[in-house]
C-alpha cells in the first residue's frame, strides 16, 4: 500500500499523538526534533517505532532508529521502505 | 550444629575486617586541608590540584549535537569555587537545600560540586520529570535554590511556581530559550562571571549532609534519602573494588546524575579516582555508544540492565565493526542482570558483565560480582569489603522473628529480606522529615532492604523480588501512590491502581487502572486526555505507559486496592 506523503505525514503525526499525548502535535514542525521537542524517552520511543511497523508494515532496523529523528525524516524513511516492499 | 559455630566465628572475624576496611579506606583520602573535616567536593576535584594533576581532564562532555567540551580538574575546581561563591552571593547558607534540574551538561556537575563545597545539601533532579514530581520533591526539601534552564522553566516550574513556597532564587543556564525578566530569576552566565573563582571550603563534619535523593515507597509521598559527606569514603572504596577505577581511567557512567547511580557513580567515585568522567548529553542510542566506547577509549563503563538488553537486539553484530580494546570493566546496576544477558556479554564484549546491587538508601555499591571474582550468571554477587549482608526470616505477612532485639537470619538457600549490618560510611541518615519511616528500616543493628533474596552456599546473593508494590520501571522505582494520586486528579476519574507489568527490556512498565465518574463516557478521546494528563503531571518517565478502564478495581476490606490481586489476574490474562 503506497501512501502520498501527505498521507504519511498524517499518520505519523497520529501515531505520535497515541504516545506523547499530553503534546501538541498537529503543530509540531515536522522538521523539529522530536526528543527535543516532546517529552519523549527510549521506552516511548521503541513504541512509536513499534506503532509505525503496525500501521506501516515497516521493519525498522535498529540501526535506522537515529534516521527518525524528526517527523519530516519519518515520512521520508517510511516512503523509501514502503516502495521498496512492494 | 558445626555449620552454625564456624558460620558465627566467621561472621565475628568478618566483623574486624569490616572495620579495618574502613579505616584503610577513610586514610585513602586526604581531608580538608589543616583536619577542616571531610568534604566530597575536596576529595572529588581540590586534592588532585593540590597534588600537581590539575591538567588532566576531568570531565569530557559529549553534546547532542556532537560539540565536544572538557574541564581539567583546575577548571573544575575554579568553576565550582565561582558556584559556591554565587551561592554566597545569593545569601545562601551551609545547610540549605540547592536544587538542579538539568541535562547532562557541565552546568549540572559544577552545580553540584560548587553547592557540596558551601555545604548546601545539593539535590539533582531527574530533567524528565513533569510538574508534579517536581513540585512534592522540591517542597519536601525545602529547596532554596533551584538551578535549570529557561525551557525547563518555563514548562516545568512557571505552572507550579505559586506553591514552591521556600524557593528563593532560580539560576537559569542558558539555551534556546530566552527567559522572561522575573524576581528570583537569575542568569548563570550573569552570576558565574562575577563570582570569583577561589572559594575555601569551610570546616566540613563528616556527618554533615550534602546528598538529597528521592526514592519512591508504596504509599504516600517519595521519601528524601539523605547523604552525608562520609559517603564519600564508600563511593571511593567501591570504586577500587567494584569499578577497578585508576587515575587516568576513561570512566563512562551512563546514568542521570536525577538517580542516585549517576551522583555516586556519575560524579563523585570517579572524580575521588582521579579518572576522566565522559557525560554525553544525549539519550541511548546503539551506535552512539559503541562510536563512544571506541573513539573516546572508554576503560570502565557503568551502565544498566536495560541499556544492556537494548544493546543486546541489536546484536553481536553491531559490536564487531567497533574497537573496543581499551574496555576493561562492564559493569551494571538498576535491577538484576538476566543470565543470559552476562552470557551474551561474553561473546560481546569478551568479558563479564558484572551486575551489582545497592539502593538509593545504600548510597554505593552493597553487592557485587567484581574482577577477580567467579561471576554466576543471575547472580547479584557477593557483599563488597565493609559489608555484611545476610538474609532475614519472614513471616507470611513479612513479620521478623526477633530474638533478644536482634532478627533470625536464614541459612543459605532460603528466601528472606536482604539486610546490611548498619554502620557503613554511605549508610543515609534519614529520611527527611520522616523519622518514623526511617526507623522502620531497621531491625536491631540491621537495615531492611526491602528486597526479597536468598544467599547460597558460595555467598553469593540471588534476587527474589521487592516487598513491596513499587515498580522498577528502567532501574527507577516508581511508586504506585505517587501514579495513582496524580491520576486522581482528573476530573473523570473515580478510582486509580497502578501496578508494574513484566517487560523483557525495561523489567517492568507502569499500568494503570482506572474506574471512571458515574456518567462520564470511555471512548478514544477520553482515553488521550488521560494518558495525557497524566504525562503533563508526571512526566514521561513516570507516566503510566498504558491506561484502563475498568469498572471496578478489587479492595481489601479496608478498602484500599489491592495491587498484588490486579497484577495476578493481568499475569493470569496475559500469560
Known sequence: ?86 | MWRQTSHARRVSAQRTDNVQVWSAARAALDGLPHGAGLNIAHEAVDRHVLHGRGGETAIRWLGKKGDRRELTYEQLRDESNRFANLLVGLGVVPGERVFVLLGRVPELYVSVLGALKHRTVVCPLFSSFGPEPIKQRVNLGSASVLVTTAAHYARKIVPIRSELSTLRHVVLVSDDVAPEPEDGVMSWALLMGEASSSYRIGPTSPEDPALLHFTSGTTGTPKGVVHVHEAVVAHHATGTHVLDLRAGDIFWCTADPGWVTGTSYGIVSPLTHGATLIVDEADFDVDRWYGILQSERVNVWYTAPTAIRMLMRAGTKAVRGHDLSALRVVASVGEPLNPEAVIWGRAAYGMDILDNWWQTETGGIMIANRPGLAVKPGSMGVAVPGIEAQILRRDPAGHLEMNDGEPAIEPPGVDGELALRVGWPSMFRAYLGMEDRYRKCFAGSWYRTGDLARIDDDGYFWFVGRADDVIKSAGHLIGPFEVESALMEHAAIAEAGVIGIPDPVIGEVVKAFVVLKQGVVDDPALRRDLMAHARRKLGAVIAPREIVVRNELPHTRSGKIMRRLLKARELEAHG
Open chain 1, 1 to 86: 500500500m503506497n501512501r502520498t506523503s501527505a498521507e504519511m505525514d498524517r499518520l505519523v503525526r497520529e501515531v505520535l499523538s497515541d504516545i506523547a499525548a499530553e503534546a501538541d502535535i498537529n503543530a509540531l514542525p515536522a522538521d523539529k526534533d522530536l526528543r527535543d521537542a516532546l517529552d519523549i524517552d527510549s521506552v516511548d520511543f521503541l513504541n512509536f517505532i513499534a506503532a509505525l511497523h503496525e500501521q506501516t508494515g515497516v521493519d525498522v532496523p535498529e540501526r535506522d532508529y537515529p534516521s527518525l529523528t524528526t517527523i519530516a525524516r519519518c515520512v521520508d524513511y517510511l516512503s523509501k521502505a514502503s516502495v521498496a516492499d512492494s
